[in-house]
């Protein structure tokens, strides 16, 4: 699925997770990176908007496989700049997650579970490919690349997860911080993600206080659809339903 979302702003997925490519003046940045097998996708997403497209930046709102997939061939390959929340960027370099909170065990008898668990090891995604070299950014920053997001840490799902806001535009991009659909239950709507992949579920609960004053009427998460309710509602919705 290519689809515009928000003005210059495209959704890319092809199942499990969502990745995102910003236009400004003709340059693009991207938010996340897929799976690894989500190379080709990404290109002819890209070549849609005219010959040899300028891929300058791509920014990532944690490191977790589903979300770093082609960042490595994108910096390699295209030259684009890789950014990350310092809190992250270690494990971005060596492809090395921290421990989950949760245990999986408990999400055995849901068929989401396996469609999620199938849909990402055939992209390759159950193993991180380390992204060599990585530049941080860090809370409050207005990161100097096209469309210009402003990164608010918000960390819980990883130390270094983080939302990036497109001002102008009132688009929030909320990586794992908040998902629209849990990728182990299945279950629609904003929430944290589920504590068998949270570092510190706790901690995620909490981070919610930080989106609820950006000005956002749109929400753009990893998992699940566009929100298009704002970000205090999301996150009071979030904060309902709570841990799964
Ligand atoms: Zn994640």
Same mark, same amino acid.
């Not at 840490?153 to 997860?161: E, L, Y």
């Not at 706790?202 to 981070?207: D, V």
């Given at each position: ?137 860090? =809370? ?6 096209? #469309?210009?997001?402003?990164? &608010? !840490?918000?960390?819980?799902? $990883?130390? /270094?997860? %983080? ?45 919610? =206080? ?6 956002? #009427?749109?929400?753009?998460? &990893? !998992?699940?659809?566009?929100? $298009?309710? /704002?970000? %205090? ?12």
């Amino acid at each position: 699925m290519y689809v515009e979302v928000a003005e210059g702003v495209h959704r890319l997925t092809q199942g499990v997770t969502n990745f995102y490519l910003i236009e400004q003046s003709g340059k693009f940045t991207l938010i996340d990176a897929g799976t690894p097998g989500d190379w080709d996708f990404f290109c002819r997403s890209l070549a849609s908007h005219g010959e040899l497209p300028d891929l300058e930046a791509v920014l990532l709102t944690h490191a977790h496989p589903d979300h770093t997939g082609i960042a490595e061939k994108a910096r390699t390959d295209a030259g684009a700049q890789v950014w990350i929340h310092s809190a992250d960027a270690d494990a971005a370099r060596t492809g090395k997650t921290g421990k989950n909170d949760g245990s999986i065990a408990s999400y055995l008898l849901r068929a989401e579970f396996y469609r999620t668990l199938f849909s990402l090891a055939r992209r390759g995604a159950t193993k991180m490919i380390p992204v060599k070299e990585v530049s941080s950014f860090a =809370d409050g920053e207005t990161i100097d690349v096209p #469309g210009r997001p402003r990164a &608010g !840490h918000a960390p819980g799902h $990883t130390p /270094g997860s %983080a939302v990036l806001l497109l001002e102008q535009r009132r688009v929030l991009f909320t990586g794992d911080v908040i998902a629209t659909r849990n990728p182990l239950t299945g279950r629609a709507g904003p929430q944290i993600m589920p504590s068998g992949l949270n570092e510190d579920t706790g901690e995620a609960l909490r981070s919610l =206080d930080l989106l609820r004053g950006m000005n956002a #009427g749109v929400l753009l998460p &990893g !998992h699940g659809d566009p929100w $298009t309710q /704002g970000a %205090a509602e999301a996150v009071s919705q979030a904060k309902a339903a709570g841990r799964s």
